[in-house]
């Protein structure tokens, strides 16, 4: 069985994380820029100044996808990159860049799929109070504005917010990602609600300039868990509580917001969840009925994060693969995330992120063998396809990422690509999955049960371009 017709294969990225040119062309700075000064913040020192330098090889990087047949291609805009000062003048030649990468992916015959907030954050806003200034709202409607001008005559497809759960939560609560600030809960609350009002002013925004009439979504992390024995109801009753429960915190740096709920409920049903409420009391920032429909903005998809879910029921389930990142393989977390969101939500999904960080080199054969990450591919979308198979309505896949790329605190020592980049040549090298997806996308997906080694030996074997 294959995926729907028009079902959409993508692969993903994100403007920090792969554009480096962090000086170049006008470029203001973000406070990803600022985190990455910071002794001890991120692995080793790493900065995206350079990462994968797309900034001035998105032609080559877009041939690529093209020789994959990528058909849809979701990156982020850099806020300060279009507006140096995060409000008010625009930077010509940074938007440019912009309007010339979607003019290269739709020669190329691919679909942009463009995310307006990818994390880094114009590091004057910051200055200014950043997400806990109630300004931050429309500065960021106006940025939306800026963007969806200068691009939707070309581009129908948005999403506003990448992980809110993460640049608010660990951004802004623990700390651990930019701008690193650890504090208390009722400040973290506050920024959360203003980046939820900027989510509904935003799809008003794109809604109110597209030229072309617009597709919009958003892209949080799927929190969600899975039952250990899905033919036991009290399992699958639990896992579906638990992935639209707040969750217990487990370590230091775990935060409070790393939950569905909180975000999702205000964004469809326009209102916080109640167990919410309680648990966060009066931390909770004041919120007007008018607030709360501000955000409850229509969407025309629910896009989703979805790498693993934790595993729920009566008996405890003894271990499990670990990605490099240590993250747990569990595939049926593509079958009981998205089945549980389209209950709760009723929105269309798109995967907007699913993949591995994986011990990946260029081997003496110069080729990058990565098997684990083609079995990983293959669990999860045989575990999507089932889902869909079961009603769910999901259109699209996208795979995180198309380049190894700037992981966050992480630096360059987790490798989620596609595509092997050596970070001191900027050598691409396709990895055996990048042609394995190929044939995925190529066959909308019709893969048998058990999992599918890389073909090879027809000519066009070709690892390096
Ligand atoms: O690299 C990140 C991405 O920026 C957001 N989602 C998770 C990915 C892997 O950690």
Redesign the pocket.
């Known amino acids: 069985m294959a995926f729907p017709e028009n079902f959409v294969w993508g692969a993903a990225t994100?403007a920090y994380?792969i554009e480096g040119a962090a000086n170049e062309e006008g470029r203001g700075e973000s406070v990803w820029d600022m985190f990455c000064r910071q002794p001890g913040r991120v692995h080793e020192g790493c900065t995206g100044r350079t990462a994968c330098d797309h900034y001035h090889r998105y032609k080559h990087d877009v041939s690529i996808m093209h020789s994959l047949g990528i058909p849809a291609y979701r990156f982020s805009v850099s806020w300060p990159r279009v507006l140096p000062a995060g409000t008010g003048g625009v930077n010509a030649p940074g938007l440019a860049f912009y309007d010339r990468l979607v003019d290269e992916l739709l020669t190329a015959g691919i679909q942009p799929w463009v995310t307006l907030f990818?994390?880094d954050f114009p590091y004057a806003l910051y200055c200014r109070g950043g997400w806990l200034n109630r300004e931050s709202v429309e500065w960021f409607s106006d940025y939306a504005q800026v963007v969806v001008r200068a691009l939707s005559d070309r581009v129908t497809h948005w999403l506003t917010f990448?992980?809110p759960q993460?640049f608010v939560g660990f951004g802004h609560l623990s700390g651990v990602h930019a701008p690193g600030v650890r504090h208390g809960l009722r400040e973290a609350l506050l920024a959360a609600h203003h980046v939820l009002l900027a989510h509904g002013r935003s799809v008003q925004a794109i809604r109110a300039n597209a030229v072309r009439s617009p597709c919009v979504g958003w892209a949080p992390v799927g929190a969600v868990s899975a039952p250990v024995d899905p033919a036991e109801p009290a399992d699958v009753e639990a896992a579906r509580h638990a992935s639209f429960a707040l969750r217990p915190l487990e370590g230091p740096s775990d935060n409070a917001l790393f939950n569905t709920t909180w975000w999702a409920d205000p964004v469809v049903f326009g209102r916080y969840p109640e167990d919410g409420l309680k648990r966060f009391g009066d931390a909770v920032p004041d919120a007007t009925a008018d607030d709360m429909k501000t955000i409850a903005q229509p969407l025309d998809f629910y896009g989703v994060?979805i790498?693993s879910s934790s595993v729920i029921g009566a008996r405890a389930q003894d271990g499990h693969p670990v990605t490099a990142l240590k993250w747990p393989v569990t595939p049926q977390c593509l079958y009981w995330g998205p089945r549980f969101l389209f209950e709760r939500y009723g929105l269309p999904l798109v995967i907007t992120?699913n993949g591995m960080s994986g011990i990946d080199w260029v081997s003496l054969d110069g080729k990058v063998h990565d098997p684990q990450r083609i079995d990983f591919i293959a669990r999860h979308l045989n575990e999507l396809r089932r889902c869909i198979a079961d009603g769910v309505d999901v259109r699209g896949y996208f795979h995180?990422?198309l380049l190894d790329n700037f992981?966050?605190a992480e630096g360059y020592k987790e490798r989620?690509g596609l595509i092997h980049v050596d970070f001191a040549t900027q050598k691409r090298t396709l990895k055996d999955s990048a042609y394995w997806f190929a044939e995925v996308i190529k066959t909308n997906g019709k893969l048998p049960a058990d999992h599918v080694w890389p073909r090879r030996g027809n000519g066009e074997d070709k690892h390096v371009i």
Do not use: K, L, T
């Open positions: 994100s994380q990818h994390w990448n992980e993460c994060n790498y992120e995180w990422s992981e966050w989620f």
